[in-house]
């Protein structure tokens, strides 16, 4: 394994290029194409506009993927068990939504950039580390609703850990399927508009499942939950305030 090159795109690609439903496995790298090294699996090279939905990215022998001076969405994507970094994003703005990022031999999502890339809905876990800036004094990633293996936000990540999970294991299957009492089912963010999530998870079944999204690359799609729309969790009040509870479920007689 790990001997056959990369896939590795440039700017001379179609900007509007979608990788959907990619399977790219015991790939390695090459270090001089045209004078540019493509040290991912699937690398990209001075090119914006790309979108990774529904792909799984694994047993690698160096990096999941690598992004250079690339602007894009990686969706509903699993990438894991590669032998160095999951992601790496260089003089970029790699956005995460929805991913699995597990398993990996470095570190989970590797940033190096002066932007501010949304990473919302994700899981780290099992990686080296999970998220490792080491950018700019600006343009930090904003990560929220992940699910962190480490019990603290790691340095140089912008926002307010606003509905992440630390220290929490994903209790995911073999096939990076969350099952029914893992953390992760209906934890993602409530509101997914802008996220571009798409109508189905990496296994092409309903992104949506059970009234919220779930954090990860896969939705749960068992019966009997129930999921709290409001409050959105961690809110705090003054004693002796009422507050109203609002839910949505397909459980009977709830």
Same mark, same amino acid.
């Given at each position: 394994?790990?001997? #056959?090159?990369?896939?590795?795109? %440039? ?8 990788? $959907?439903?990619?399977?790219? +496995? ?7 194409? +045209? ?5 991912? @699996?699937?690398?990209?090279? %001075?090119?914006?506009?790309? /979108?990774?939905?529904?792909? =799984? ?62 990473? !919302?809905?994700?899981?780290? #876990?099992?990686? &080296? ?20 293996? +480490? ?5 140089? /990540?912008?926002?307010? $850990? +606003? ?29 997914? !508009? ?7 998870? %990496? ?8 009234? =919220?999204?779930?954090?990860?690359? $896969?939705?749960? &799609?068992? !019966? ?9 969790? =961690?809110?705090? #009040?003054?004693?002796? $305030?009422? =507050?109203?509870?609002? #839910?949505?479920?397909?459980? @009977?007689?709830?």
């Amino acid at each position: 394994s790990g001997n #056959w090159g990369c896939i590795a795109l %440039h700017s001379g690609a179609d900007p509007k290029s979608v990788f $959907s439903c990619c399977i790219v +496995e015991y790939a390695n790298q090459l270090s001089s194409l +045209e004078s540019v090294s493509y040290t991912g @699996a699937l690398s990209v090279d %001075h090119l914006n506009g790309l /979108v990774f939905s529904q792909c =799984r990215i694994t047993n690698n022998n160096n990096y999941g993927l690598y992004f250079n001076y690339a602007s894009l969405n990686v969706v509903n994507t699993v990438v894991a068990n590669n032998k160095s970094f999951g992601i790496v994003d260089q003089y970029g703005k790699c956005n995460l939504i929805n991913n699995t990022i597990t398993g990996n031999g470095g570190t989970g999502y590797y940033y190096y950039s002066n932007t501010s890339p949304v990473v !919302t809905n994700n899981i780290f #876990w099992g990686n &080296q580390s999970s998220i490792r800036n080491e950018g700019y004094s600006y343009g930090f990633p904003v990560v929220t609703y992940c699910l962190i293996q +480490e019990d603290i936000m790691p340095s140089k /990540v912008a926002g307010n $850990s +606003e509905g992440c999970l630390f220290k929490t294991n994903p209790q995911l299957g073999a096939d990076y399927t969350v099952p029914f009492n893992s953390p992760c089912v209906n934890a993602g963010k409530a509101d997914t !508009t802008g996220l571009k999530v798409g109508p189905v998870d %990496h296994l092409g079944q309903n992104r949506l499942s059970g009234g =919220r999204i779930d954090i990860g690359a $896969s939705e749960y &799609q068992g !019966t009997g939950r129930m999921v709290v729309l409001s409050p959105n969790g =961690r809110e705090g #009040w003054m004693g002796g $305030s009422v =507050r109203t509870i609002t #839910w949505r479920g397909n459980a @009977a007689n709830v």
